[in-house]
């Protein structure tokens, strides 16, 4: 059975962490990524991960501070946020990239790419 689904999100402080879970059941073939759309500002890949386990960073303000990871026994996909900061506050979403014969390349990780979204999860970093 398929499944996309995020969670996790909620209000943070500065410097807090989070970590946001997509139930993704049905794409172990698949890429599947975490994007992001703050207000005023463009939908933008965050990190994603190949069915291989390799990964991408998409947005260079999370290097260091964010992390994926895919657990293909419970289905998961997970992004760990650390150290945040006010400007991650965004509405967070996992999506998979469904092409067929799709290569890990520098485009893995843009959001035109990803073609099956679920429902995005509130993340607010305020003091």
């Known amino acids: 059975q398929f499944q996309l689904e995020a969670s996790g999100g909620g209000l943070v402080q500065p410097g807090g962490s989070l970590r946001l879970s997509c139930a993704a059941s049905g794409f172990d073939y698949y890429p599947i990524g975490w994007f992001r759309q703050a207000p005023g500002k463009e939908r933008e890949g965050v990190l994603c991960?190949?069915?291989?386990?390799?990964?991408?960073n998409a947005a260079d303000s999370v290097k260091g501070r964010f992390t994926i990871s895919r657990d293909f026994a419970k289905k998961m996909v997970y992004l760990q946020m650390n150290s945040l900061k006010p400007e991650d506050t965004a509405v967070y979403y996992c999506a998979v990239d469904r092409r067929a014969g799709s290569t890990w390349d520098s485009s893995a990780c843009e959001p035109r790419n990803y073609d099956y979204w679920g429902q995005g999860t509130q993340v607010t970093v305020s003091s």
């Open positions: 991960i190949s069915p291989s386990g390799d990964t991408t």
